[in-house]
């Protein structure tokens, strides 16, 4: 079974940082394709940071130059660090894992990012 559990979000202000992470457990982790995307209230979830392809690197365009993906595979985690927050920024943050092998994606539960301005 598979299980993605997110932590670090939390309230911050604004221009703050955080760094979210996600354990996995249930697959194997360097054969998925991991990546963070995001739901704001009333809009739809978007991409926000992704592996590809293994080490290939894909950000949204609203957060390039502030925030940056990781993964350690030895702790089956990747991270998301995010810098320079805006309140434009606030979202449920999810975790995604999805098989390079068969195309099957799973969700973590989410953890809420608030920037107060």
């Known amino acids: 079974q598979v299980q993605l559990v997110e932590s670090g979000g939390g309230l911050v202000q604004d221009g703050g940082s955080l760094r979210l992470s996600c354990v996995a457990s249930g697959i194997i982790f360097g054969l998925n394709d991991m990546g963070w995307y995001r739901q704001a209230p009333g809009q739809q979830r978007e991409l926000v940071a992704v592996f590809r392809s293994g080490s290939n690197t894909v950000y949204a365009d609203s957060v390039k130059g502030r925030f940056t993906i990781s993964r350690d595979n030895a702790k089956n985690t990747v991270y998301l660090q995010m810098n320079s927050l805006r309140p434009e920024d606030t979202a449920v943050y999810y975790c995604?894992?999805?098989?390079?092998?068969?195309?099957?994606?799973?969700w973590g539960q989410g953890t809420q990012v608030t920037v107060s301005s």
């Open positions: 995604n894992a999805n098989s390079r092998i068969t195309g099957f994606g799973s």
